[in-house]
């Protein structure tokens, strides 16, 4: 028999809306009304304020170690917001402008990076998962949520979040191929930052693109901007309505970058270039996106710089009533108790050591 070439079934696509430079391209162009554009904006925003306080926080001693998400809000915002209240988010960590777009209170986000497990309480009829540590656990999670949701018959989709690092775990090909073959109301949302913590992207796979493993498993995969809010909300878009409709999932790279560290226990300077960094700020999406928005007259320079006033005095607001609560929750010591009936001498140690470091920092 002839060797003859196989030509697959699915092609992929890369899908850019609104240029670096803030160019639009009228064609592609999402149709999303003013007033949703606005408060896309306004989350964007107040996640990168939140996350600088965060940051600053963080380095007084006040919450722990956390994920900032900075560099990374269009990739978020531009893909929760296709999502109808009642579908299901599953976050890994780095999800803050999606927690925040689905209602998670500003004080709750930081009561958890404080250390008390309260903050990780999904408010009341919120269809959002807690935030998942283990790189790429989460998404068998959400394709059983899917599974269960086709089971009953319900028009509802699951989305859920993860890096490039987590396509080198197994998790992320089980999940993608339990997917397709159930035919399960999944999204799979890629953030492709460039960096698994300290792993370049070109050393986790010799693949040209994330979004072409989809391929393989026989699922749309679509590669996009992942700094072009409009881009990213106009595939996820599609992919919602192609799992809603019962036509399986669809795998989403949104190519982005984070500007920031991976967590706070991280020094990105010992593995990745300062001109690297300063390249892609120059790809700032909420820069990109207020250029848009002046452009087609929905805010001015001075209605961005009141909002941007207005979020930064509700971050401090959610810092003092957190700080209040925090007052009421018991005293961090306490974790130390209840574990062991004899404390061993080293845990004994680190108490001691966490007592007297608060009581320098109480004064």
Known sequence: MPRKKLKPKLQLEYLSVLDDKGKLDKDLEPKIDGKTLKRMHRVMLLCRRFDEH???????????????????????????????????????????????????PLTGLILYNAGYNEGGQIPENQNDLPISIPVASQMCQAVGIAYAMKIRREKKVTMVYFGDGATSEGDFHE?????????????FLCQNNHWAISVPREQQTASSTLAQKALAYGMPGIQV????????????????????????????????????????????????????????????????MQQYLKDKKLLTEKQIKK?????????????????????????PLDMFDHVYADMPPYLKEQRDALKQSMEVRRG
Not at 175 to 187: D, E, G, I, R, Y
Not at 241 to 264: F, N
Request: glycine letters at 6%.
């Open 54 to 104: 965060l940051l600053k926080w963080q380095r007084q001693g006040r919450v722990g170690t956390f994920a900032p998400v900075k560099g990374q809000e269009a990739s978020q915002i531009g893909s929760v917001a296709a999502l109808k209240d009642e579908d299901w988010v599953v976050p890994s960590f780095r999800e803050t402008a999606v927690a925040l777009w689905r209602g998670t």
């Open 175 to 187: 999940s993608l191929n339990m997917a397709q073959v159930f035919n399960t109301p999944t999204v």
């Open 225 to 288: 901007d992942g700094n072009d809010l409009l881009a990213v909300y106009a595939a996820t878009q599609e992919a919602v309505e192609r799992a809603r409709k019962g036509e399986g999932p669809t795998l989403i790279e949104c190519v982005t970058y984070r500007l920031s560290v991976h967590t706070t226990a991280d020094d990105p300077s010992k593995y990745r270039s300062d001109d690297e960094v300063e390249t892609w700020m120059e790809r700032d999406p909420i820069i990109r």
């Open 307 to 331: 909002i941007d006033e207005e979020v930064v005095e509700e971050v401090n607001k959610a810092w003092d009533e957190a700080a209040e609560q925090m007052e009421d929750l018991g005293d």
